[in-house]
């Protein structure tokens, strides 16, 4: 906790208030991840699945409500069987992805919807998921970003250019692990994220940032690196503008607001510069 | 008529020249088979794609597979490479050779950022692309293209490539994983003419050091790289040296009667 409070000294410089600290550094902490494993997502063309496994954790928090369980555990773990079940049945049916995906995802909203509507009093344990609030991250949260943070760089570390290579060569067995285990992966940055920005906004922490990149470079270096940049500028200019009194608005929609804002004003840099 | 692919000079081969290319210490015909398929059976979804072909590969040969559309040619190269379920026999001597393979099209998203070198670098290295390449894989990469006359696309994004270029990329990163067996999928198809001579020079020059299998559907190519060609249409119709199988009956029996005629008759004008 000395490293926290350290850290906490850091961002004190712009926020007075303790909880304001603590969310700045949540949200640098999941925007490392985000950005980072949404360059992928945007390469391999998986923009909706973030939303599925996202949606999933519905059923998992009203099962673990239903039944006693842990909810972290049954959220993390339901979301890693979903992402799981996505990439198996993308591999394995004659179906396209999108349509498995579409089909995961209202299953898993409707066994949720189904569960909760047998017990009533699990709605209120949801409302944390739906929207989500990056105001209220603890300590151990922000532990929790700490190692999902770093689990994203190792990850990313061994696996670039494995998944870089299979969205470019037409597909062979030697695939088959790493899309497991970016499934698992992804499902398991977005069950984590969904707990700071809620469902609704999860898909464009991932989203946006790596288009941002995308539109700027010509090369992979080059589009990580600047989605890595965008996404925690926005995060944190879209925190920051969220405290002023002037605009007071909910934390995590201020911060999608700034990395679509981001993203349009790279649009237009490219549109108008000579790139390419 | 389409021009055609013809020797690194623009000549005209005629059947001597073939016969006698340096390379060829024996007759193909005796040269041991480095691939050997028996009886395989291919199903792609509810299509029986290729129905009992039965074929060798002779060893160093510059093997072409000639056919229709439709006759099954990638089918069968994709099977060779592994990538499809088949029935039968698929034998490899000594060994599974290391394939060099270049497909017939990239199929890829044009607008994802990636260098061409980056690219070329995801073939020999682990270390992630975001944290830069080194000196030695750089080198390596330029070497690649070098090799297939490229080296001013380094620095262009894989996406802005011509068909032609993209092959040509394509074909550094097959050679550049130190193949056995080099294999090619209609490598003159979507090139422009530069490209498709930029090619035909290119294979030539490799000709001594790979088993090359080319598909083609276009005779000409064939005859000009071929000592080894596999009529194919579903099944084998017939194998062997270009001088035995560039006959009007086994053309006609694989193209159907319409280009054995045609083939006929430019014979006819030789």
Same mark, same amino acid.
């Given at each position: 906790?000395?490293?926290?409070?350290?850290?906490?000294?850091?961002?004190?410089?712009?926020?007075?208030?303790?909880?304001?600290?603590?969310?700045?550094?949540?949200?640098?902490?999941?925007?490392l991840? #985000?950005?980072?494993?949404?360059?992928?997502?945007?390469?391999?063309?998986?923009?909706?699945?973030?939303?599925?496994?996202?949606?999933?954790v519905?059923?998992?928090?009203?099962?673990?409500?239903?039944?006693?369980?842990?909810?972290?555990?049954?959220?993390?773990?339901?979301?890693?069987?979903?992402? &799981?079940?996505?990439?198996?049945?993308?591999?394995?049916?004659?179906?396209?992805?999108?349509?498995?995906?579409?089909?995961?995802?209202?299953?898993?909203v409707?066994?949720?919807?189904?569960?909760?509507?047998?017990?009533p009093?699990?709605?209120?344990?949801?409302?944390?998921?739906?929207?989500?609030?990056?105001?209220?991250?603890?300590?151990?949260?922000?532990?929790?970003?700490?190692?999902?943070?770093?689990?994203?760089?190792?990850?990313?570390?061994?696996?670039?250019?494995?998944?870089?290579?299979?969205?470019?060569?037409?597909?062979?067995?030697?695939?088959?692990? #790493?899309?497991?285990?970016?499934?698992?992966?992804?499902?398991?940055?977005?069950?984590?994220?969904?707990?700071?920005?809620g469902?609704?906004?999860?898909?464009?922490?991932?989203?946006?940032?790596?288009?941002?990149?995308?539109?700027?470079?010509?090369?992979?270096?080059?589009?990580?690196?600047?989605?890595?940049?965008?996404? &925690?500028?926005?995060g944190? &200019?879209?925190?920051?503008?969220?405290?002023?009194?002037?605009?007071?608005?909910?934390?995590?929609?201020?911060?999608?607001? #700034?990395?679509?804002?981001?993203?349009?004003?790279?649009?237009?840099?490219?549109?108008l510069?000579?790139?390419? | 008529?389409?021009?055609?692919?013809?020797?690194?000079?623009?000549?005209?081969?005629?059947?001597?020249?073939?016969?006698?290319?340096?390379?060829?210490?024996?007759?193909?015909?005796?040269?041991?088979?480095?691939?050997?398929? /028996?009886?395989?059976?291919?199903?792609?979804?509810?299509?029986?794609?290729?129905?009992?072909?039965?074929?060798?590969?002779?060893?160093?040969?510059?093997?072409?597979?000639?056919?229709?559309?439709?006759?099954?040619?990638?089918?069968?190269?994709?099977?060779?490479?592994?990538?499809?379920?088949?029935?039968?026999?698929? /034998?490899?001597q000594?060994?599974?050779?290391?394939?060099?393979?270049?497909?017939?099209?990239?199929?890829?998203?044009?607008?994802?950022?990636?260098?061409? #070198?980056?690219?070329?670098?995801?073939? &020999?290295?682990a270390?992630?692309?975001?944290?830069?390449?080194?000196?030695?894989?750089?080198k390596?990469?330029?070497?690649?293209?070098?090799?297939?006359?490229?080296?001013?696309?380094?620095?262009?994004?894989?996406?802005?490539?011509?068909?032609?270029?993209?092959?040509?990329?394509?074909?550094?990163?097959?050679?550049?994983?130190?193949?056995?067996?080099?294999?090619?999928?209609?490598?003159?198809?979507?090139?422009?003419?530069?490209?498709?001579?930029?090619?035909?020079?290119?294979?030539?020059?490799?000709?001594? /050091?790979?088993?090359?299998?080319?598909?083609?559907? /276009?005779?000409?190519?064939?005859?000009?790289?071929?000592?080894?060609?596999?009529?194919?249409?579903?099944?084998?119709?017939?194998?062997?040296?270009?001088?035995?199988?560039?006959?009007?009956?086994i053309?006609?029996?694989?193209?159907?009667?319409?280009?054995?005629?045609?083939?006929?008759?430019?014979?006819?004008?030789?």
């Amino acid at each position: 906790m000395e490293i926290l409070n350290s850290i906490y000294d850091i961002f004190g410089l712009i926020y007075e208030p303790t909880f304001m600290r603590r969310s700045a550094l949540a949200m640098a902490l999941l925007c490392l991840s #985000t950005s980072s494993a949404g360059v992928m997502v945007v390469n391999r063309r998986l923009a909706f699945f973030p939303d599925a496994v996202g949606h999933s954790v519905f059923a998992g928090v009203a099962l673990a409500l239903l039944f006693g369980f842990n909810l972290q555990l049954t959220v993390l773990g339901l979301s890693v069987l979903i992402g &799981l079940t996505i990439t198996f049945l993308a591999r394995h049916s004659h179906l396209a992805s999108d349509t498995i995906i579409g089909l995961v995802f209202s299953g898993a909203v409707a066994l949720g919807l189904a569960l909760v509507s047998r017990e009533p009093q699990a709605t209120s344990g949801l409302s944390r998921f739906f929207l989500g609030d990056v105001l209220t991250v603890d300590d151990g949260q922000i532990l929790a970003l700490a190692g999902l943070a770093l689990l994203s760089f190792v990850f990313l570390f061994f696996l670039t250019n494995r998944l870089t290579l299979s969205c470019l060569v037409p597909k062979t067995k030697k695939n088959t692990w #790493t899309d497991y285990l970016f499934g698992a992966y992804l499902a398991l940055v977005v069950a984590i994220s969904v707990q700071a920005v809620g469902v609704l906004l999860v898909t464009a922490l991932l989203i946006a940032p790596a288009a941002t990149g995308r539109v700027l470079s010509v090369s992979l270096r080059g589009m990580f690196w600047l989605a890595l940049c965008s996404g &925690l500028l926005a995060g944190q &200019l879209g925190l920051w503008a969220s405290s002023l009194p002037a605009i007071n608005a909910a934390a995590g929609a201020s911060v999608v607001l #700034t990395n679509v804002l981001l993203f349009g004003l790279a649009s237009l840099f490219r549109s108008l510069g000579p790139l390419r | 008529m389409k021009p055609t692919c013809q020797g690194p000079l623009n000549e005209p081969l005629s059947k001597a020249s073939l016969s006698e290319s340096p390379v060829v210490k024996f007759e193909v015909r005796d040269r041991p088979a480095i691939i050997k398929l /028996d009886k395989v059976k291919v199903t792609l979804g509810q299509y029986q794609a290729l129905e009992e072909v039965s074929l060798k590969i002779p060893e160093k040969s510059q093997t072409v597979i000639i056919g229709p559309n439709g006759a099954g040619k990638s089918t069968l190269v994709q099977t060779i490479l592994g990538f499809l379920p088949y029935q039968g026999q698929v /034998d490899f001597q000594p060994h599974k050779p290391r394939f060099g393979y270049v497909p017939q099209r990239l199929d890829f998203d044009r607008h994802m950022p990636i260098t061409v #070198t980056e690219f070329l670098a995801l073939g &020999l290295t682990a270390w992630p692309l975001w944290l830069g390449l080194s000196g030695k894989v750089k080198k390596s990469v330029l070497a690649g293209l070098e090799l297939v006359r490229a080296l001013e696309l380094a620095a262009k994004p894989l996406g802005a490539l011509s068909g032609g270029e993209t092959q040509r990329v394509m074909l550094a990163a097959a050679l550049m994983s130190k193949p056995e067996v080099l294999v090619l999928d209609e490598p003159a198809t979507g090139v422009d003419i530069n490209g498709e001579q930029l090619m035909c020079e290119l294979l030539d020059g490799f000709k001594s /050091d790979y088993t090359i299998v080319m598909v083609s559907h /276009d005779l000409p190519t064939a005859k000009a790289h071929g000592d080894w060609v596999i009529c194919l249409n579903r099944r084998v119709v017939a194998q062997g040296p270009p001088d035995r199988v560039f006959t009007p009956k086994i053309l006609a029996a694989t193209f159907g009667l319409h280009q054995g005629l045609e083939l006929f008759s430019q014979e006819a004008l030789v």
